[in-house]
């Protein structure tokens, strides 16, 4: 039996600042578990009538997102504290931490990525999923800290994996509403992308097959087209689910926003943006071929995610020359040159690890990247209905606000929900934005009870009632932080948020018998498997 367990819990007891922010935040490059293979994608029995098209898929990246781990790589990575290996073992493939003189073993259950560029892992415990802090580079034919590590000198395996990184990664994702990162067991029904992430419900349409029970991409209005593509190769600077709804509700052939809202930062002269892995729709939109195309041009243009190019050079530079086709200037390399070599440069990202990706801003003349400034305005990439327009901009005012330590961001949304906080008296998550927007304006008794509402509305939610005990400590109210803090580990005894919280209580009550049990619940949950 392999040992998974944080030693002494030394790793929860040191849980980081920065670990607490990611707990609601979005993590988007990640690891996973080795629990029951997950169940059969139904869009396999796509290949009886459509073969070339599924056998090409098969061989595009998209394909690859998701996978159990096997035999992995063998490295190491130090850390201020000691290091991270890789090694194998007969149980499979291990990850092993010392920090501080503590050794402590990881199962690697899952891989994230294709592999193209890199590797990320997950590790799965009792049913929960944590990221680890390492990634397998594959220009660098090694491992390195995965993105959002590196500025910890101590990085442990404590990040949760929430379903909006999953989302994107998987093809699709069970988690248990009101947690962090609990799954269902297995965790996913399909691990890789299939297609009916693009095409619609291959059920629906093998009951019935017909054109006008399946989704084709490239005959649906821009928006709806576009949103096919931009679920997940559009992050913005945030993402905003509409009430009730899940990242899962997502329907091919609906525009996105009838799910969830882009925000984006509003273009500064002078300025092109950070450059990230997951905002080519955004770079797209900047050059001068999408704004002249009048909406023509869009991803399927020169993506075929059915076809992988033998000769990339030569594919690409005959999808330009199909627009591109006067003469060029007597300085221009000829038309057998790599068009996409000069115009769409490979550059390093903000949010890719030791990596580069293709620039789609499509410039005549590439100029260097030139990030947003911190103050700049966000919006809606697309506007959702009319009735959601303000509830979604004051979510993602607050959410902007907290990642750049903004107060004026953060009490424009908060003043902006109580504009429409009688229209959404239901709505949990938007008496939690205004929990969350009280507690960092020092408001804590309003804080509570906003936090009380959303408690109210969402009761078997682990995550609001930690919450909620936040703001108890906050105000003062050790008594009722602890009522909080011990029912959201009785509804999820590995949220890691409350029992770091829960250990401070104790700690500051000068309980240490109900510290040291709640030590040895969590470690034995840990090395359970």
């Known amino acids: 039996m392999i040992r998974r367990s944080f030693g002494n819990l030394s790793a929860i007891a040191r849980l980081s600042a920065f670990a607490l922010v990611m707990a609601f935040a979005f993590t988007c490059f990640g690891a996973a578990t080795s629990s029951p293979p997950a169940r059969r994608d139904e869009s396999l029995a796509c290949k009886d009538c459509h073969r070339s098209e599924v056998e090409g898929y098969a061989r595009s990246p998209m394909a690859h997102s998701l996978r159990i781990a096997g035999i992995e790589p063998r490295g190491v990575v130090p850390t201020a504290k000691g290091s991270i290996s890789a090694e194998l073992s007969s149980g499979g493939s291990l990850q092993i931490l010392d920090s501080g003189g503590t050794r402590s073993e990881f199962h690697v259950d899952y891989v994230i990525g294709s592999g193209r560029h890199a ?10 999923l944590f990221q680890s802090p390492i990634a397998y580079y594959r220009g660098r034919h090694g491992y390195g800290l995965a993105p959002g590590f590196e500025p910890n000198a101590d990085p442990d395996f404590t990040r949760p994996i929430t379903p909006g990184c999953l989302f994107c990664h998987s093809g699709k994702a069970v988690p ?6 609990e799954y269902a067991s297995p965790p996913f029904d399909a691990l890789t992308i299939g297609c009916s992430r693009c095409h619609g419900s291959a059920a629906e349409h093998l009951a019935d097959p017909g054109p006008g029970n399946i989704v084709n991409p490239g005959k649906l209005a821009a ?26 509700d997502f329907k091919p052939g609906e525009p996105l926003e009838k799910t969830f809202t882009v925000y984006h930062n509003v273009p500064v002269p002078g300025a092109t943006g950070n450059f ?53 200037p007597k300085n221009h390399p000829s038309k057998t040159s790599n068009c996409i070599g000069c115009h769409m440069p490979r550059r390093d990202t903000t949010d890719g690890g030791h990596t580069a990706f293709t620039d789609h801003r499509i410039q005549r003349r590439p100029e260097p990247q030139v990030s947003d400034p911190d103050k700049a305005d966000i919006a809606a990439w697309r506007e959702p209905d009319p009735s959601l ?12 606000g907290m990642q750049r330590r903004s107060p004026a961001f953060i009490v424009h949304g908060y003043r902006l929900l109580t504009e429409v906080q009688s229209q959404f008296a239901d709505d949990s998550d938007l ?40 703001a108890s400590v906050a105000d003062g ?25 829960l250990l401070q209580v104790y700690q500051e009550q000068g309980d ?17 498997r």
Not at 295 to 309: E, M, V
Not at 512 to 528: E, F, H, I, N, Y
């Open 431 to 470: 008496y939690t934005w205004m929990g969350k927007a009280l507690l960092l304006g020092k408001q804590f008794a309003e804080a509570q009870r906003a936090f009380d509402i959303a408690l109210k509305l969402d009761p078997d939610s682990p995550v609001k009632e930690a919450d909620a005990g936040q």
């Open 223 to 248: 928006a709806e087209r576009d949103s096919i593509c931009e679920q997940c190769h559009l992050i913005g600077v945030a993402r905003v689910l509409n009430p009730g709804k899940t990242f899962g």
């Open 512 to 528: 240490t018998t109900s510290g040291a049990a709640l030590l040895g619940r969590v470690d034995q949950a840990m090395k359970q």
């Open 276 to 328: 990230r892995v997951i905002s080519q729709a955004e770079q797209l939109a900047l050059s001068v071929c999408a704004r002249r195309s009048n909406g023509k041009l869009w991803c399927g243009t020169c993506h075929d995610p059915h076809y992988l190019p033998a000769e990339p050079i030569a594919y690409y530079r005959a999808k330009c020359l199909c627009c591109h086709n006067t003469a060029f």
């Open 176 to 181: 248990v509403s009101g947690t962090r990162d």
């Open 389 to 400: 327009q303000v509830r979604n901009q004051a979510i993602a005012l607050i959410q902007v």
């Open 119 to 128: 590797s990320g892992y997950l590790i799965d415990i009792d049913n929960h």
């Open 477 to 501: 109210n050790i008594d009722a932080a602890r009522t909080h803090f011990e029912r959201s580990l009785q509804l999820d005894p590995l949220d890691l948020t409350a029992v770091y919280s």
